[in-house]
């Protein structure tokens, strides 16, 4: 390959690249507003989903001033507004409301039932599920064998321990103060447990090294990049036609003359426009910023250039080249949990979407956020170029054949 | 007649074909997803320790359906897989922290981003391990109140025999018969979008038909509006009735394999919605003049479906500009035949031969 062929055709599709360059920035700009809104769709969707409580009914028959006090308390608990929405009615209001579907469940607490539970005398509650809605029904069945086994571990531990206290003669004094900051402490433990007992760790999102949102917001921001070859599909293509091929052909152009700019304006191109979003986006994200980060991250941009515009000279000439290209992006995006969330996809699935171009661009480019890169999605890129090099080679001397010159 | 058998011929070669075939690979996997939808989230849990009250409190989570996991990794890779929504890390020395009652930060929880109602499963774990050291918490009191006597052992073997024996709070539980909520699921608002999509896509790429070079070589040959009415509007008939065709079929096997029968309420709406989407395909070429710029039209209506069509989120209650966007969408005009299929029904079967007559006058430059 000579210097002089390379810097002419270098020159040649700086020329076509500029002529479609302004076009591709607008194209550019809208689609990233239409990816942006898609992550905050998405992204809205699983917290509404994580979020979105059971509508559940509460009949009140004791009715009594201490128990509207306990369940307004129990009501208004974090914890219990997250799981479920409950709505104080009465009986006949929970059976309309649940035949009409308006409630999965109802829970009934029968007359006297605080006094019961306070003396330890057997108490019966009532809980209706709604066969209509059988996933609710096994949650409000959870809720409510926690609400008992609450409820019943409290009553025990009282009883156990004031029981030994008054059979003891020794301790038999303090019975009444024991009550008392038994019953306290067990109050206190039971509505504080929660928050004291557990630390929460939020693990990386389904099938990625990321969590939910950086696999989004990074995903969305190579699917844009792959999807800016459409922009430039027809300077890209411009010069395939045979007669062209060959007489490009007839004055030393090789294929890799040929090819090599094409892929390296793309690259530019893709640089630039991750560059910029990536420094809008270092306002709201903590990047790792090491050079093997910027280097692999570079490699994923150039890897993926080379791959979508070899894709793109491959159909170029197809009656439907620009509906391929696009559908094979949004397949690339649909396996990848671009289009649909990753965890709505079954395994299998999300497997293929890992050995797809875009997938293995995300986990090179995954460092970026402080994620482990696996070594393994560069030898699967490489593989996945190498085939489609010797495909566009292929084709180039087809277009060649057609023009009467071979490549 | 003979136009049409030959513009059968063309179609048995030509994209369309296989794009129905795609259509019936996407309506059946999205179709599949409302199963999931019905599954209930499931938790899991891993033991660094062991002992008789941990060992009593892990049996009775296993029983309300956690599952044991031997390594913490194994754990953290059955939440990654999706298999399971949360999972608790106990610590090796629980059982001590739980017969002193000191069990503040004893437990790791594990959460997927995506769990549904993780709340829930840290109140079970919450609850068991107040259960297991409920009677120890009497000893810390009776240490101030009464040094010198030791009850610890009475208060165990009691708490345990009220436990195992005791009549404390009981909820019954009775099913009774409820209508499931007035919403759509997921599941068939996506196979609706993922439809409307591809019925969309059909008169798109037909209409990439009128740019072809041998096509374009036709009207040259025997005029614009002969070439219109021998090939390309045969094709778009035959194009519209395979894919009326093909819905016949896509939907009931949805229907069946995700096991339901909502889906074939959507057999009439999805008809108007095809007939629709024909007579756009049959304007698209009058307002474009090129096909790539057709075949540009396909990322952005996906991604604006996906934006504006509450499959997700529905947007228009936070910007209410948003619905005029909509009409834009071929999902508004599936949603829209589903509501009222006789208005859009006329709609449809007038739009076909008006949109049709647009296009001879364009074509014929008048």
Known sequence: MKFRTLSGMLYRDGKLFLASFWRALLLCVLFALLCGALLYTTLASVREDTETPIAVALVDEDGSFVSQIALTFIRNQKDVASVATVKITDYDEALIGIKNGDFSGAVILPENYLNAIMVGDFVHGKVLFSDGTLVDASLIRRVARTGERLIRMGQYGVFAGASAVSSNPETREIYDLYLLKINDALMYEASTANNRYITEEITAYSSSALPLAEHMVLLMLLSLASLSTLFFYRSATADLTPALTSRLRASGVGATAFLLPKILYSFLFRTLLCGSILLVLSHFFAFTLSPLTILLFLAALLLSSAFDTLLALCLAGNRFGIALLSFFFLLQMFFAGGILPLHYLILPLRAIGRYLPLGLTLSLASPLFGAKALPLSLVWLTLWLISLCFLATRRLKNICKEGGKEI | MTFLLLACKRLFRSLPLLLTLLLLVLTVTASLYSDRAIAPPTAGYVALGGGEETDAMLKRLSEYGFSRYET?????????????????????????????????????????????????????????????????????????????????????????????????????????????????????????????????????????????????????????????????????????????????????????????????????????????????????PILFRRADAVQMLIVPILLLTLVLCPLFINISLLFPTADALRLLL????????????????????????????????????K
């Open chain 2, 72 to 284: 913490e990794d194994t754990l953290r890779e059955a939440i990654g897989k999706g298999e399971i929504d949360c999972g608790a890390i106990f610590p090796a020395d629980l059982e001590t922290r739980i017969t002193t009652a000191d069990l503040e930060n004893s437990v790791l929880f594990l959460c997927s981003p995506t769990a549904s109602l993780p709340v829930l499963f840290r109140l079970e774990i919450v609850t068991e391990l107040l259960s297991s050291a409920s009677p120890y918490f009497s000893l810390p009191i009776l240490e101030v109140l009464a040094p010198n006597a030791d009850l610890r052992e009475e208060i165990v073997e009691r708490y345990q025999y009220e436990l195992q024996n005791g009549s404390g709070f009981v909820f019954d539980v009775e099913t009774i018969s409820g209508n499931p909520p007035k919403e759509t699921g997921f599941g068939i608002s996506l196979a609706a979008t993922a439809l409307s999509v591809f019925l969309f896509l059909m008169p798109l790429l037909q209409s990439c038909r009128l740019f072809q070079s041998q096509y374009l070589a036709l009207e040259r040959r025997i005029g614009k509006k002969n070439a219109l009415v021998t090939v390309f509007l045969p094709e778009a008939l035959v194009s519209l009735l395979t894919t009326l065709l093909m819905l016949c079929l896509i939907l009931p096997i949805g229907a069946n394999l995700s096991g339901q029968t909502e889906i074939m309420g959507w057999l009439l709406p999805a008809f108007i919605s095809a007939i629709l989407l024909a007579a756009l395909g049959l304007v698209l």
């Open chain 2, 330 to 365: 071929p999902t508004y005009w599936l949603f829209a035949a589903k509501e009222a299929p006789l208005l859009l029904g006329i709609i449809a079967l007038g739009a076909l031969p008006l949109s049709t007559c647009l296009l001879i006058l364009a074509k014929s430059g």
